[in-house]
């Protein structure tokens, strides 16, 4: 069993819709991620928040907004998204930004998301 | 432009091949090396944390090479469920943060 849970699984939602998605980590880890794998593309990194500060933002559309309300819980928040927002949104954390040293990611199941 | 590059393959080989898989990076100030596996629709898991003077797990090793920014992960006695995308990630420092960067893996095919 994943230390990290992604809800929902599957979503299919209309472009002017609105919803989010939810990531939980039990893994007692301070900073966590969320990324975006397309067919045949590597993982893009989108957010990445320690301590529940946003310390990057890969220049991702505002109409993905991310909220990190505590150290266990980050939600993604999507609002009139394009079919190419198509993919798998991977959640994942670890336990701190170390600075040189990186500490390995524990990945969730993730999202697969399809914009009709 | 920081990347990590691997050939996409696939690779496939029979049941007890050996196999290996090379890994080129940009950024000569990374750091931390890592091999993930990714299962077809399924999340990345860590297989191993790569280190400068080499590490082994199993049928699995791994090597880095700082000189030519290259790492290699090599699987002995391959299994069928050996199947799988092997992703090579490596860190990447910038002004706001730490990120690690993937490649867009290796497929690798045993078959019996």
């Known amino acids: 069993e994943t230390g990290v849970t992604q809800t929902p699984r599957h979503l299919v939602m209309g472009m002017t819709n609105k919803k989010s998605l939810k990531c939980e980590q039990h893994?007692?880890?301070?900073?966590m991620y969320w990324y975006k794998q397309s067919a045949k593309k590597p993982l893009e990194l989108m957010f990445v928040?320690?301590?529940?500060?946003?310390?990057e933002n890969n220049s991702v559309p505002s109409r993905f907004s991310p909220e990190c309300p505590n150290s266990s819980h980050l939600f993604l928040h999507l609002h009139t998204l394009q079919p190419e927002d198509s993919a798998l949104y991977l959640c994942a954390s670890s336990q701190d930004l170390s600075g040189l040293i990186f500490q390995p990611q524990h990945f969730g199941d993730g999202t697969r998301l399809s914009i009709l | 432009r920081k990347e990590v590059e691997q050939d996409p393959g696939p690779f496939n080989v029979p049941e007890g091949a050996t196999v290996a898989f090379n890994c080129t990076y940009s950024?000569?100030?990374?750091?931390?090396f890592f091999w993930y596996r990714q299962d077809c629709r399924k999340e990345p898991k860590l297989l191993m944390s790569v280190y400068s003077s080499g590490n082994e797990d199993g049928r699995f090793t791994a090597q880095l090479n700082r000189a030519s920014q290259y790492i290699s992960l090599l699987i002995r006695d391959s299994k069928l469920s050996d199947s799988a995308t092997y992703l090579c990630v490596v860190n990447d420092e910038n002004q706001a943060g730490t990120a690690l960067i993937f490649g867009k893996g290796t497929t690798l095919s045993v078959s019996s």
């Open positions: 950024n000569s100030a990374s750091q931390s």
């Open positions: 893994l007692g880890h301070n900073a």
């Open positions: 928040y320690s301590l529940e500060e946003r310390v």
